[in-house]
């Protein structure tokens, strides 16, 4: 099902998998019933429900197997690792899906050129990975390999294998069974077969495998001539042959069929899909078109139903409809001269069917074989038009076209995520459950019950975004960020990770997820030493930010915290660190008040703090307090509002810090701010009468752009308890909007609350050069943003149903 890859040019994208899929499931309790599955996964330390582990037999490493599932025409994938060895050891090229039916997966790790270690990955409840043992000489031959479950447990794995030394048309049928791991093999000849091939057609070279009605009956498929159907398990039924449809029989080829052909069973049909090119004189260029065919399961078993094949569908490149209006993400295709979308301009190829809909096939585009990124269309067969574009990555493709994906159902049989079957969530809810009913029972604090209602919010903060990874993945990292005060509790890792030891002997780990304005950029907190329900009260929050500095507040108890410095890595620190605070009392009690700023080793931090000794006599005195991190050590200074050069006037002497606007130097009505259709992500906004508009949003939370002055982000809500908000970026001097973007509202509790903030913390970032100095991945920002849908830069998010609906059902689509 797929080659081996050179590693050495797609080592930096092995290791860094995409956004998307980070779950197991939709978020909705469910799974989709089946996905396209990406047939090379990532070297990654990617865990949810789905992951599994096995014992390999090189020195007893143990290897982790996690599946990360998103709905078509997304392209989910499998993340490979393991703990106990550098990847770089285990791993000589990326592991390679070789066989996919129902619940099962055959998992190649390429440990060397000539060494390889076979796995099944069985999903259920508690998905198994089995070891297969030497399979000398059996495995040998790609895209012939059959996987079936047991009717009780176990698989077996069926391979039709050249028998070179009898002469074409011989084979060995080949039988593994996991119940007592031996394999068995009997002869087979394609013309002893039912309805056997002609003289002329007696070749057969199997490049896909599929299963029919009945669980033991396995298609071996030649795409270019027939299919060989045998019963895997009962010798006495005589295996059969089916030709193709004859109008697309070509005699003249041998292999690379998936590169324009598929075939499955789409209900109960056996489906074919055939793209040919032809030159079209008219217009002195090539077209494309698309033709699909079908015919009854049962006319394939049974000599008796003689249905043939039918044509279902015939589309040309040329007569195919692209609306602007109804195609979601049309602005990922390539433009005509008069600024029209245009499909023509893409080389397309791995038509590949859907497994629900008969109607619909999914086409891999590219402007150029060369191109690293590349667009998955999905075609209306039957109404002729597209229906959608999306991104996939086609970077690791190594010989310009090649077969990315095949279609799996194992999505069906992952448990459900209503049912709390999370091996990374499970413990760790169900403890801060626990925890928060104690905590009530006590009587819980009256600031920490205002911060932070735990039973709304504990989902989220298990969950991070999916968009925002490593700020070095993009040519250049971000100038400046958008920063969410609240850190997400979870296991993420990146080259901004460092690590400290808390006072209680904790190690914590901290982790920034970059992402360019307007999305909202991130903090992931995480301890490798401890039940992250045992160590975090609540969510850490950042106290401050300057500069390459970042104060992070752990909160461990509900009166107690530990404040840790972040500072990011540069051209003078080529490691980022984390710096606990000691001990702060009576310091650092006041939020909205610290500052920290950078040193050449080390850092200040200053605070304004009221002085309140006596009420009376204290209005406008402060301490102006110190921390030098060189000795650890805090000082203050008195400070009076009267005693400063241009004192203020004596009623303005009350001071409290806050963050504000003093000066205007633009002025914009909501009504006056022009909404442009073809802005980013404009359909995101409510509409009135099909037009998009601001009219029903609430709106707060101006935030000023770092590097343009006439630049404002504002947040915008339809309703005060919607989970999903907008963060509108609005033009001032041209009273315009620029972009929208979605955020999650989930964790902000009040109406509106402050939630994120400004940072250039990556403005002082020295460029990474990744592990092992070849990690980057250049290009990962520039394609995804901006782009007009946030479906394609976030395009699964667990927590985000199906759009921002409200109480009074007024719906912002983002599909």
Same mark, same amino acid.
């Given at each position: ?240 042959? !089916? ?71 015939? !589309? ?31 080389? !397309? ?84 459950? !626990? ?381």
């Amino acid at each position: 099902m797929a080659k081996g890859r050179r590693l050495w040019k797609t080592k930096h994208l092995t290791l860094r998998p995409p956004c998307h899929g980070g779950g197991d499931g939709d978020g909705d309790g469910g799974h989709p019933d089946w996905i396209l599955l990406d047939v090379q996964a990532y070297i990654a330390d990617r865990r949810n429900a789905t992951t599994a582990t096995a014992m390999l037999s090189n020195g007893g490493h143990q290897i982790q197997v996690t599946i990360c599932v998103a709905p078509p025409p997304l392209v989910s994938y499998i993340c490979a690792w393991s703990p106990t060895t550098h990847p770089a050891e285990l791993f000589d090229t990326e592991p390679t899906v070789e066989a996919v039916d129902a619940d099962l997966l055959l998992l190649r790790i390429h440990v060397s050129l000539n060494h390889v270690h076979d796995l099944v990955y069985q999903a259920s409840m508690s998905p198994s990975l089995t070891l297969m043992p030497s399979q000398d000489p059996y495995l040998h031959e790609p895209n012939c390999i059959a996987l079936i479950p047991r009717s009780s447990h176990g698989f077996y794995i069926s391979t039709l294998d050249m028998d070179l030394r009898s002469g074409i048309g011989r084979y060995n049928l080949c039988l593994f069974d996991s119940t007592n791991s031996k394999w068995s093999h009997e002869s087979l000849s394609l013309d002893q077969l039912r309805n056997p091939p002609d003289k002329n057609e007696v070749l057969h070279i199997t490049e896909k495998v599929i299963t029919l009605k009945h669980p033991h009956l396995v298609a071996f498929v030649d795409l270019w001539r027939g299919i060989i159907i045998c019963d895997i398990l009962d010798s006495k039924i005589a295996a059969s042959y !089916v030709p193709i449809p004859k109008e697309i029989i070509n005699l003249n080829r041998t292999r690379g069929s998936l590169i324009t052909r598929d075939i499955a069973v789409v209900k109960d049909r056996l489906t074919m899909v055939r793209m040919g090119i032809f030159f079209d004189p008219e217009i002195n260029g090539w077209h494309w078109e698309l033709s699909t065919w079908s015919r009854p399961v049962g006319s394939c078993l049974d000599d008796e139903e003689d249905e043939d094949w039918r044509e279902d569908f015939m !589309v040309e490149s040329c007569d195919i409809s692209v609306d602007d209006n109804t195609c979601k993400n049309v602005e990922l295709l390539p433009k005509t001269q008069d600024d029209r979308p245009a499909i023509a301009k893409l080389h !397309v190829a791995n038509p590949t069917l859907s497994l629900t809909d008969p109607q619909v096939v999914y086409l891999v585009g590219n402007v150029d074989i060369t191109d690293e990124k590349a667009v998955l269309l999905t075609l209306d067969m039957a109404n002729k038009r597209l229906q959608r574009v999306s991104v996939y990555d086609a970077e690791r493709f190594v010989n310009g076209v090649d077969v990315g994906f095949t279609q799996s159902t194992i999505s069906r049989y992952f448990a459900p995520a209503s049912d709390l079957a999370e091996i990374d969530l499970f413990l760790v809810l169900s403890r801060f459950q !626990v925890k928060l009913l104690i905590d009530r029972s006590r009587g819980s604090h009256p600031s920490m019950s205002k911060n932070y209602p735990l039973t709304r919010t504990i989902h989220l903060t298990l969950r991070p975004p999916c968009h925002g990874g490593d700020p070095w993945d993009a040519d250049h990292p971000p100038e400046w960020v958008l920063l969410d005060v609240r850190a997400y509790v979870a296991d993420r890792r990146n080259a901004t990770t460092a690590t400290a030891r808390l006072g209680n002997g904790h190690a914590i780990q901290v982790t920034i997820c970059a992402a360019p304005p307007p999305l909202v950029s991130y903090i992931c907190a995480w301890s490798p030493t401890s039940d992250p329900a045992e160590l975090f009260e609540m969510e850490p929050t950042v106290e401050a930010v300057n500069a390459d500095l970042v104060l992070l507040r752990i909160h461990v108890l509900p009166y107690e915290f530990e404040d840790l410095v972040y500072r990011a890595k540069g051209w003078r620190t080529p490691l980022p660190s984390l710096t606990p605070i000691p001990k702060q009392d009576p310091y650092l009690q006041e939020r909205y008040n610290i500052a920290i700023l950078p040193r050449s080793h080390g850092f200040y931090i200053s605070t304004l703090d009221c002085y309140f000794p006596d009420p009376e006599r204290s209005l406008g005195r402060y301490n102006l307090c110190i921390f030098d991190s060189l000795d650890c050590k805090w000082s203050n200074v008195p400070l009076s509002l009267d005693q400063l050069r241009n004192p203020p006037d004596k009623n303005k002497v009350f001071h409290l810090t806050e963050k504000e606007d003093w000066r205007e130097d633009s002025l914009v009505e909501a009504s006056d701010i022009l909404i442009d259709h073809n802005i980013c992500n404009v359909e995101l906004l409510p509409k009135i009468q099909g037009q998009p508009t601001m009219a029903k949003l609430h709106v707060a939370l101006p935030t000023l752009s770092l590097t343009d002055a006439q630049v404002v982000y504002v947040m915008g809500k339809v309703n005060e308890s919607d989970k999903k908000a907008v963060l509108l970026s609005i033009d001032m001097a041209n009273r315009r909007l620029d972009a929208v973007s979605v955020y999650d509202a989930a964790r902000i509790l009040h109406y509106f609350d402050v939630c994120y903030t400004q940072s250039t913390i990556f403005r002082y970032s020295a460029p990474s050069s990744g592990l092992n100095g070849n990690l980057k991945r250049p290009g990962k920002f520039p394609m995804p943003y901006p782009r007009k849908q946030q479906a394609v830069n976030e395009p699964f998010l667990p927590d985000a149903g199906r759009g921002l609906e409200t109480e009074d059902r007024d719906t912002m689509d983002w599909e």
